[in-house]
């Protein structure tokens, strides 16, 4: 059980981290961009309304049932979420801290997206990562329930098989503890200090 | 005569209001600056006031003219003028020092030099104790020196100071115009300090600046010619702020009409003056 909890969160993490890359640097071109917010923004809007589930039959079909199929359903859980908060993040950056940014020398490329844009989007940002996390997980172990490997999506499934509803159950509430204790130990701390030290708190 | 570190030349600058109109803020403006002067732009609000400051500070494009610094055509943002904004804008995930810092990482000073360059600068606006504050813990004067010590910090050749005061209570103020004008006249830095205050701008510069409205043209220079550090009471500035006033009046009448309709003036108030509506009543 162990290893399939080490399994799962294995593939959550790898994941969770594509997610959150992939998903900032698009929330960050929708909010430099007007044209792209436009026409993929809006995609990307339409994109997130579709359960991530949905996508598993494509998944299979490109990749077998595979552990990359569980991956790319649960990067597509969070990816489009974590896009949209990162746009309304940096879209509400107050100019002044771009203009000042600028007149101190950042430039407007990467050192003015790490060291300012970022930073001064992080609020918004941490909302965008609990609720990607959240996303992943649901996608996670939907899609772990259908693809092969060792998984606790994969446990649900085999007490299902064998008619054990109480190992269900086990199962069911590892899922529930793992979330909530993630959440509460690593985001909400994380967004706690963050909204004291930038005293919106 | 020495060749002028800030030279603007047949400026003009408009933009595109909502309704899709032009909008005029500065119309064929020259000003040159010299090194190590103390410059203020004064005028009603609307004045391209602002424009012009930030058309130096390359935040802004001119539609037509030139604005050089140090000789060369101002392209962009440079370390080489900083702006000291009105509102602070330092970074609030930043501690007092780190903001300070901020501008030497970007030039690529190592750690260790930077810190103790910032510690300076913040020392030299009062701010030690609370280097390692984030700005949020700061009172409103207080950020505003931190925001001067990092602009001070990159050692700019330019100070670019956007009404950085008005948001701040008199006795705040008064404060920070002794520091600032003693920070400039150790440092020898070229100031361009925009201001709505007549009093600020007469205390502190060694030329005055005064800007009309719709469209935002140079109206008049006054050179104030008081002694350092400026003493309130010297009856010079005074006079200079009587006759700033005046020539402000017309202005400040346009932009009257403009906000309140034609019928409201305030120089013709005098007509219904209700010592004139009473004459002969005691007789």
Redesign the interface.
């Known amino acids: 059980m162990l290893e399939a909890t080490l399994q799962s969160l294995k593939r959550l993490l790898i994941a969770f981290a594509i997610a959150i890359t992939v998903g900032t640097t698009l929330g960050f071109l929708f909010a430099r961009s007007r044209f792209l917010d436009d026409t993929l923004g809006f995609l990307v809007i339409a994109l997130q309304t579709i359960p991530s589930i949905a996508w598993l039959p494509f998944a299979i079909i490109w990749f077998g049932l595979t552990d990359t199929s569980v991956i790319f359903i649960t990067t597509l859980g969070a990816t489009w979420t974590m896009a949209v908060a990162a746009r309304t993040g940096i879209k509400n950056i107050p100019p002044i801290y771009l203009k000042a940014a600028q007149t101190m020398g950042t430039g407007m490329g990467w050192r003015m997206f790490s060291q300012v844009m970022i930073p001064a989007a992080f609020p918004h940002l941490i909302t965008g990562l609990r609720t990607a996390w959240a996303f992943a997980w649901r996608a996670l172990v939907a899609g772990e329930l259908i693809a092969k490997g060792v998984g606790l999506g994969q446990i649900l499934q085999d007490g299902r098989n064998l008619g054990d509803t109480s190992l269900m159950l086990c199962i069911v509430i590892i899922i529930a503890v793992l979330g909530t204790v993630s959440d509460h130990f690593c985001f909400k701390r994380m967004e706690d200090k963050i909204l004291v030290r930038y005293g919106l708190k | 005569m020495q060749h002028p570190i800030i030279e603007i030349q047949h400026v003009n600058k408009s933009f595109i209001q909502r309704g899709g109109s032009d909008f005029t803020a500065l119309q064929n403006v020259s000003l040159s600056i010299q090194k190590g002067e103390f410059v203020s732009l004064l005028g009603p609000s609307g004045c391209g006031k602002s424009t012009l400051l930030n058309l130096v ?3 802004e494009k001119a539609d037509a003219g030139s604005v050089t610094v140090g000789g060369k055509t101002v392209t ?4 080489d ?3 000291v ?1 009105q ?1 602070h ?1 330092l ?4 501690t007092v020092l780190d903001n300070v810092a ?2 030497l ?3 690529g000073v190592g750690k260790a030099e930077r810190e103790s360059i910032a510690r300076e600068q913040i020392k030299a606006v009062h701010l030690t104790k609370f280097a390692d504050r ?4 700061l009172s409103g004067g207080m950020k505003q020196r931190a925001a001067i010590a ?1 602009a001070l910090a ?1 050692d700019p050749e330019i100070l670019l100071m956007d009404e950085p005061f008005s948001a701040l209570d008199e006795q705040t103020r008064l404060i920070l115009h002794r520091d600032l004008e003693e920070i400039w006249m150790q440092t020898g830095k070229t100031i361009l300090f925009v201001t709505h205050n007549i009093r600020e701008a007469v205390t502190l510069s060694d030329r005055v600046v005064v800007m009309s409205t719709r469209p935002g043209e140079i109206k008049k220079e006054f050179m104030i010619q008081a002694t350092r550090p400026r003493d309130k009471a010297d009856s010079n500035l005074y006079h200079m702020e009587n006759q700033i006033m005046q020539s402000l009046a017309d202005e400040l009448e346009k932009v009257v009409k403009e906000e309140m309709g034609d019928e409201y003036s305030l120089q013709e108030k005098r007509l219904s003056d209700p010592a004139a509506d009473h004459v002969g009543s005691g007789i």
Request: proline fraction near 14%; avoid cysteine.
């Open positions: 500070a390359g935040l962009g943002p440079g370390p003028r900083v702006v904004f509102e804008a970074f609030p995930w930043l901020f501008g990482k970007q030039k984030y700005p949020h813990e990092r990159m």
